[in-house]
């Protein structure tokens, strides 16, 4: 599979391009909404909950703006994590038309939505880095780990999202139970609180939570430049395998019937 994908990197870089285009087509700005976009939300993140409403982290209130950037690094995570889930649920719906009429490996529909999402992603990440040097807080130290971190997400995020993808064209239900899921899923997951605020006694479920493990280990890195929880970090990577290889089972056992059931 990843030798067919490598076969069509020119289709699937097509695909990109054409979705990323398509994204801003007829508005004024074109894709300068891509900066605009994050950069508002980081400068409304910053001037709310830094300027008016003044909330600080515990252990970090002498420290500007830790809060602004405790929120900004959980919610591009997420984001990036709802968008590259669902867009691997419903890629085999979205693309029916297509997979009815060219003969292309099906693999390379959800390699088209994560570098979509990816790119989606980068943009908005790169624009928070900056924000974190011009305020003096970029974490040199420890910032090569963010690479671990990104790997370890989308491992995990395409994992899930390709069995899911699969079981949805067959079990209609599984698209829109995962919207009531999310929502539940991402208030669950401390991207807006810190995980002192949680009582004691659900503190082990927080473990048992891969996102909570992903965005912690940026919020570690970016927040409090020290080292996230490796163990834990490890562990999602290792259950995101296990993920993946269920995954591809189930693609490679049922491919031929997607068109079929379509």
Known sequence: MLENIWHYRQFIYSCVKRDFKARYTGSML?????????????????LIFSQVMRSKLAGMESVPYSYSIYLCAGVLTWGMFQEMLFGCINVFFSNANLMKKVSFPRICLPAITVCSSFLNFIIGFVIFCIFMLIIGKFPWSVAPLLLLVLAVQVLFTVGLGIGLGVLNVFFRDIGQMMGVILQFWFWFTPVVYPLTIVPKQFVWLMNLNPMYHVIS?????????????????????????LLSA???HLYRKHVGELVDEL
Do not use: E, H
């Not at 976009?37 to 980081?42: E, G, N, R, S, T």
């Open 217 to 241: 280990a940026y919020q570690s890195i970016f927040v409090y430049g020290r080292l996230p929880d490796l163990i834990g970090l490890f562990g999602v990577l290792a259950f995101s395998l």
């Open 246 to 248: 269920w995954s591809l």
């Open 30 to 46: 074109g894709v300068l909404w891509t900066v605009f976009q994050p950069l508002a939300m980081i400068l409304v993140y910053t």
